[in-house]
């Protein structure tokens, strides 16, 4: 891990949208949102100083990879070659491994107005995973959004998912359970006691996974069995058809006081769903969070995709480009 101190960066624009990113882990550190009284709101999960992201185990704004969420045992079967990972969260390798991209020193590519580009090579074998992988993050601020986009090519077949691990509360402190939260998901992932997926999707309808409507976080939170194995939810939810092209919002969020609405689209085809269930004592710009304190909401592909059926979604082979964006708007009420 590199000795000289971590790079910051801010981007600003005229509606009064600011965030704030650091190369170590190409990482989101805070998100400023105009209200309509003309005050701004800070909606991101952040610590206070960059050393403490370097102990943080919350995953803070970081970017995620080489494989978003989490491999089975650590390993996987491709094209006849079993690869063995690196585990990181008991047998299983969770976020790409103990040494995944949100512990890299990313370097620093074109830098304009309104965005920033962050890039990494990633060494043949790095965590188990095959062959080079040469990835990009750019973050881009619009009027009323920040885009981040992805890209990747990797000169041997390799899972890849790249995500974003910000938390936010719209509220700008307290839980994030009085937040209202829209998915458009007909399907969910239920899972084991490890939080590794069971055989087959399953219907939301008639389940506290139901977020087709409007539901407030709060209002089913341990209802079930499914939710007390994760301590609330950790789920991963398959992104219905339009909301996988990016052409409609895949999440809608809304904040306990009505007063800001976060929209996420992306062009991933699934969506995990964590409300900050491990959050506990995790350093914050003032003292610690708490359970509950953000929520993230990662596109990706689904945890353990590399050891399922239509694996092959997954796989990047050399002279494919992995390209995939997340868009997060907000709207001031």
Same mark, same amino acid.
């Given at each position: 891990m590199s000795t000289t101190p971590p790079r910051i960066? *801010?981007?600003?624009?005229?509606r009064g949208l600011e965030i704030r990113l650091m190369d170590q882990g190409a990482t989101w550190l805070s998100c400023l949102v105009p209200l309509a009284d003309g005050s701004r709101r800070e909606v991101l999960l952040g610590c206070r100083t960059p050393e403490d992201y370097l102990v943080q185990k919350s995953f803070l704004g970081a970017t995620i990879g080489r494989y978003?969420?989490?491999?089975?045992?650590?390993?996987f079967s491709l094209d006849g070659q079993e690869h063995s990972l690196t585990p990181s969260q008991g047998k299983h390798c969770l976020h790409g491994g103990p040494d995944g991209f949100d512990r890299r020193r990313w370097s620093v590519? +074109?830098?304009t107005a309104d965005s920033i580009t962050f890039t990494l090579d990633s060494p043949a074998g790095d965590q $188990? #995973? %095959? $062959?080079?992988? @040469?990835?990009? =993050?750019? !973050?881009r601020l619009e009027e009323d959004s920040v885009t981040l986009e992805y890209r990747a090519e990797?000169?041997?077949?390799?899972? /890849?998912? &790249? *995500?974003?691990? =910000? !938390? #936010?509360? &719209?509220?700008?402190? $307290?839980?994030?359970?009085?937040?209202? /939260? @829209?998915? =458009?998901a007909s399907r969910y992932l239920p899972v084991d006691a490890d939080l590794i997926p069971l055989a087959a999707p399953a219907p939301v309808t008639g389940t506290s996974f139901d977020f087709l409507k409007a539901q407030t976080i709060g209002?089913? /939170? &341990?209802?079930? +069995?499914?939710?007390?194995?994760?301590?609330? !939810?950790?789920?991963?939810? &398959?992104l219905d058809e339009g909301s996988r092209t990016g052409c409609e919002a895949a999440a809608e969020v809304r904040s306990a006081d009505t007063r800001l609405s976060m929209r996420l689209f992306t062009d991933h085809p699934a969506l995990q769903f964590y409300s900050g269930n491990y959050l506990d004592g995790t350093p914050a710009r003032d003292g610690s969070y708490g359970r509950y304190a953000g929520l993230a909401l990662e596109p990706g592909f %689904? %945890?353990?995709?590399?050891?399922?059926?239509?694996? +092959?979604?997954?796989?990047?082979?050399?002279g494919t480009v992995y390209r995939h964006f997340i868009r997060f708007q907000f709207l001031a009420e």
């Open positions: 960066f *801010t981007l600003s624009n005229a978003a969420n989490r491999i089975a045992g650590s390993r590519g +074109e830098i $188990g #995973f %095959p $062959g080079q992988a @040469r990835v990009s =993050a750019l !973050y990797v000169d041997a077949p390799c899972p /890849l998912s &790249l *995500t974003n691990h =910000a !938390y #936010f509360n &719209l509220d700008g402190d $307290g839980d994030v359970l009085g937040h209202s /939260l @829209r998915l =458009a209002s089913r /939170l &341990l209802a079930d +069995e499914q939710q007390k194995i994760a301590r609330g !939810y950790d789920h991963s939810f &398959l %689904p %945890p353990d995709a590399p050891n399922r059926a239509a694996a +092959e979604a997954c796989i990047l082979r050399p």
